[in-house]
């Protein structure tokens, strides 16, 4: 089908932005790449009066690092950020996890921060932004301010910008050396929606054990979540099979999966399992400290 | 702003200028109003690939993307690929392994494989298999669209 009529305006500075969605809050949908929003409007399910187009907006189309962390602007396109030495180098979980996101021709279009914001729960990028406990900056009339990944995935495809408010920068992370990390996901096919994804993280001691863990499922819940009491059960610990086995079976049960066309809930929560074990031996065997 | 507004953009190397309602998908605009029939529209939600083109020389869905934002971009549609009757490599090797039988998905097969091979000159066949991944085919099968891609591959480096 074909979009319904809309305005269409396209500002070229976050101010103006911020001034459109301030005087047409309810009516006013942002079109950064396009790639959810499109569809949705193709098929109907969406009909925002007016349109606003930051594709104009420069400003918002970076990477660059500072200090510890990935600064990149929210218009930042997936495929450069998945192709960015920078990213590869410094934080590799997420070009991996980018990599997964659907195909080639969307990565060129869709963006880190569309994503982010789209929030769908089996979203690879959301799921990655979990792990890494990155941070978003949203800016408003009110002025910015930072969300963490618990406050801002709300349920699923919401979010707690403001009507107000633009997504304008995501921070991650940089890996220390010797991190092991894994994004894997099960899907039918190659590019398609995640049935589940999975993020870990392993942050390492000097002596080889490991100081903290991050693990982090997409797809059986309403928002990606972090599987804290499996994260609990590695911290500090020399990690083996059998810890491995035991964090995935309590990263499976803190799942809160759904039935649906793709997949039913038991299968999902039962792959949960199996995904984080598989995802936490592929990230041990980049610490090093692996077999 | 619902009004129609004016664009100019580029495509195969011709300058055009048109006239458009914001809602006006870029492929309906390629189609409609530049009559350019090569591009195909199939699931008009991104899934198929079938509308494939370039966007100032990246793989884009002309379907996800309006006419309105190509304002000031230079496109590249299957009919920019040949140099006249001269066929592009690619379109070769797609006649010569029969990489297409009803030929409603080739445009997209063609310019997915353009930019893949423009990336990735020397792939391997399971590279090139999920570089296609995102354009579905249901006649043929992918064997022969596959081998198109890994025989184009071949001729463009010996050029």
Partial sequence: MKPAAFDYIAPKTVEEVISLLTTHEDEAKILAGGQSLMPIMNFRLGRPGLLIDINGLDELDYIKQQDDHLLIGGLTRERTVERSPLVRDLCPLLSQAISFVGHTAIRNRGTVGGSLVHADPSGEIPTAFCALDGRVKAVGPDGERWIDPGEFFLTFLTTSLEPTELLVEVKVPVLPQGTGWSFMELSRRVGDFAIIGVATLLFMNGDGTCREARIALGGVAPTPFRAEEAEEVLAGQAIGEELISRAGELAGEAADAEDDYHASAEYRQEMAKIMVSRSLRQALARTGKGN | ?159
């Fill in chain 2, 1 to 159: 702003m619902a009004q129609r507004q004016r664009i100019n953009l580029k495509v195969n190397g011709v300058e055009y200028e048109g006239e458009v309602e914001p809602r006006k998908l870029l492929v309906d605009f390629l189609r409609e109003d530049l009559e350019l029939l090569g591009t195909h529209v199939g699931c008009e939600h991104g899934v198929c690939g079938a509308c494939t083109i370039l966007l100032n020389g990246k793989a884009v869905r002309s379907c996800l993307m309006l006419a309105v934002q190509a304002d000031g971009a230079e496109l590249t549609t299957i009919e920019g690929l040949a140099q006249g009757a001269q066929l592009h490599p690619i379109q070769e090797a797609f006649h010569e392994h029969h990489g297409l039988q009803c030929g409603f998905c080739t445009p997209g097969m063609l310019l997915t494989s353009h930019e893949f091979l423009q990336e990735n000159p020397s792939p391997t066949r399971e590279e090139a298999k999920k570089a296609i991944s995102g354009v579905l085919c249901r006649c043929t099968g992918y064997k022969q669209v596959i081998d198109s891609v890994m025989a184009a591959a071949e001729t463009m480096k010996n050029e």
